[in-house]
């Protein structure tokens, strides 16, 4: 099968000539999924030439049809051949038929003008107030004076070390990084393979967590930056998606949440309990590798993150010992927290956070709770963690309280 498109303003018209069948229906998904993964929502398959359409082609157009409508997106078939007309009527999928072109759609394809991010205002000026737990510090003791349970409602959104027990947790074993987001917790049990637990709101249920070390943020975002790769940036590090933010906010102190697909992911999560240290300890290499798994390479790549991040750009905070220097010139310092899901199609435009992050903790379970870090080590360092495309909802900090 031959596979060609061109962009028609919002329309993504794609040529297929030859056979839809069992031995190319896996190619067909890959490339036009391909085509949704960058931004086109809106498909028309233009199928003049396609001679034959077997039950695995109907399953790749079907699954391709379903990626789009879970973003408002758009699927049609248009100008069919005598035999993909009868095969796709016969087995219900008459509808997406068309043998005319949508009126919005120019009759020739236009060169893209790729911009690297999108700027949304959100109507808000109130900004967020960020509550400081740091009742623990690497590596003491962990004392139940420590522990302070933290209710994750709706408007909060929080990152640190915790444990979901309703109370210290059989001595403290269960301490290990979280994020929440929107009323929904994502838990790493401190343990080597383990697979992240999670709380989700649902009716009356609030979750909860009993935290020794917590960020937290309360308030409404103001901005929306959607970003996306061109042919001169195929992808964002974090400390450029910084840059981005602050480019429309000039301020210290900034609260973000960003959902999007994962180039490279760099960073660490317990391995063992700081619960159950007896002891006050400086921790230094090769001991440190009993508490604390780092990865090796970039991880997650394809996947999907929700990170949460607090970054500050304020040079007396280089010093709070729960943000650490982000990027190559350490110009700003940020704690930040990522949870990987399985990849999904992200909206384009202006989405609301709330339902995009619904969707998300509702959706497959998640892979992986991380603490993000800068690997700045001369050639051996893996650098910091990037991200494909995705969209970053932020606010200025307004207010600062420590509550240890």
């Not at 498909?43 to 399953?59: D, K, P, Q, V």
């Not at 935290?211 to 943020?217: F, N, V």
């Not at 339902?355 to 998640?366: E, Q």
Request: with cysteine; charged share 20%; proline share 5%.
């Amino acid at each position: 099968m031959q596979i060609h498109h061109e962009i028609r303003g919002t329309y993504l018209f794609v040529g297929a000539k030859g056979r839809l069948d069992a031995s190319w229906s896996e190619h067909f998904t890959d490339t036009l999924m391909n085509f949704v993964r960058d931004g086109q929502h809106h498909l028309i398959i233009n199928a003049w030439e396609m001679t034959f359409l077997s039950s695995a082609g109907i399953r790749a157009l079907l699954l391709i049809y379903k990626s789009v409508r879970k973003v408002d997106g758009s699927f049609l078939i248009y100008n069919a051949t005598e035999f993909v007309t009868q095969t796709l009527t016969t087995s219900g999928f008459g509808d997406w038929l068309i043998t005319a072109l949508p009126g919005d759609m120019p009759r020739e394809g236009m060169p893209s003008t790729q911009k690297m991010y999108e700027h949304f205002s959100l109507g808000s000026n109130k900004g967020q107030r960020l509550f400081i737990h740091k009742a623990w510090c690497p590596w003491k003791q962990v004392k139940p004076s420590s522990i302070k349970k933290i209710e994750f409602v709706k408007n909060l959104f929080s990152l640190g070390i915790g444990s979901p027990g309703m109370d210290d947790t059989a001595g403290g074993e269960q301490f290990g990084e979280f994020l929440a987001a929107a009323g929904h917790v994502v838990y790493q049990s401190p343990a080597e393979e383990s697979r992240p637990d999670y709380l989700i709101s649902e009716q009356a249920f609030i979750p909860s967590m009993q935290c020794i070390q917590a960020l937290t943020l309360e308030g409404e975002m103001t901005d929306l930056i959607r970003f996306a790769p061109t042919d001169e940036t195929r992808f964002f590090t974090l400390s450029q998606i910084v840059e981005m933010m602050m480019a429309q906010r000039q301020t210290e102190n900034m609260g973000f949440v960003l959902i999007g697909e994962v180039e490279g992911l760099v960073g660490a999560s317990l391995i063992k309990s700081p619960g159950e240290l007896r002891e006050d300890k400086n921790l230094s290499y090769p001991e440190i590798k009993e508490w604390l798994s780092f990865t090796g390479e970039r991880v997650y790549a394809r996947q999907q993150a929700v990170i949460l991040g607090v970054v500050s750009g304020k040079p007396g905070d280089k010093k709070e010992p729960l943000l650490s220097p982000m990027g190559p010139d350490g110009k700003y310092c940020a704690h930040l927290h990522a949870v990987v899901f399985p990849y999904q199609v992200l909206q384009n435009g202006r989405i609301d956070l709330f339902k995009t992050i619904g969707k998300f903790f509702n959706g497959p379970s998640p892979l992986a709770v991380l603490h993000l870090v800068n690997d700045s080590r001369p050639v051996i360092g893996l650098g910091e963690s990037a991200l494909v495309r995705g969209a970053c909802w932020f606010a200025p900090i307004s207010h600062e309280e420590v509550q240890s």
